[in-house]
């Protein structure tokens, strides 16, 4: 059991996909659930779906640990043909999940009460990402 | 086969959680052992469990890079409703995993002689976390 | 369905394993692959596989983000007794994926056109690595 979400993304910002994710495993029954991320400069989170602020503040602080390839203290990157956000963006996408493993119980993730499901773009320009879904039945 | 491991935390620390997950598949021969945690402020490693100062040195390097948020080079978050060591939970929360996928063999979890699985909590208050387990059987 | 990749390592680095990997699931229709990396000073990524200038630059920012324990910045760590290498292995190995899953169709892995399977080594010495992989066939 398998399929593709696509996401549009129109710069750095986390895109909640949990909608649309529980919608696909609600009939599936008991299972494991499998998301991976197809791009190497956009990530997969499980994040807190309470207060926006937690994601303002995620992008506020991996956007000062991994700055622009512009700023002075990444004069060392070589990698600069795709502009000055990309580089950084591979990085960040280094540091977290690229696939997610989440276990359904009668076609419900077993997610925590605060958890939601996250596309993090990386990239300031529009993008269509997918993420690929797989559904393994009990 | 699906479970849910409980561990208490007393702060910030990795809790060892290798022997009630080790227990709970050596009856269930060979598969795939999937663990997420059900939180956005801990994590899930895996990690050397020989010297405990690793242990000590990963939570000393941690508290450096993301410092509690009254932290003066944190001024710029506003996640703050929850205690100045929230917002840097989540944002280490999201550069550890959150979801550990364990091939099985013969009811032995397929880990490297070192290795063991640890709740990182990184809260200061004591909380009871919770871990879900899926199981799926070749 | 499981098996075990072995990747000799020169030092920190990049290490590709994409085709290894792929010739073991070509055979295996539709399923569920799963690879995990039986150490804690190596991590498994998954990253563009196009310009080799972005393992480079990764190795360069990660290098900088957690150098050698003999840096000043690092003078807290206490677990020195393998090397100047070792702890900061051990660092990185927390920030980066141990284990990968990755949906499996026709027996073609569902990566995107840019994505390759690596291995990071973080220690200097030569090193022989193992990677434990599981297939679950729908």
């Not at 963006?89 to 690229?98: D, E, L, N, R, S």
């Amino acid at each position: 059991m398998q399929t593709i979400f696509e996401q549009r993304t129109q710069g750095q910002a986390l895109y909640e996909i949990t909608r649309p994710v529980a919608e696909w495993v609600r009939p599936l029954g008991d299972g494991l659930l499998t998301l991976m991320i197809r791009h190497t400069s956009a990530s997969l989170l499980i994040q807190e779906n309470a207060d926006p602020d937690v994601q303002r503040d995620l992008i506020s602080y991996f956007a000062r640990l991994v700055p622009s390839a512009n700023d002075p203290s990444l004069n060392y990157l070589r990698h600069r043909d795709e502009g000055p956000d990309d580089m950084p963006a591979h990085i960040k996408a280094t540091m977290m999940p690229v696939s997610l493993s989440i276990p359904v119980a009668n076609g419900a993730m077993r997610l925590g009460t605060w958890q939601g499901i996250y596309l993090f773009e990386h990239r300031n320009a529009p993008h269509t990402r997918q993420v690929a879904a797989h559904f393994s039945r009990d």
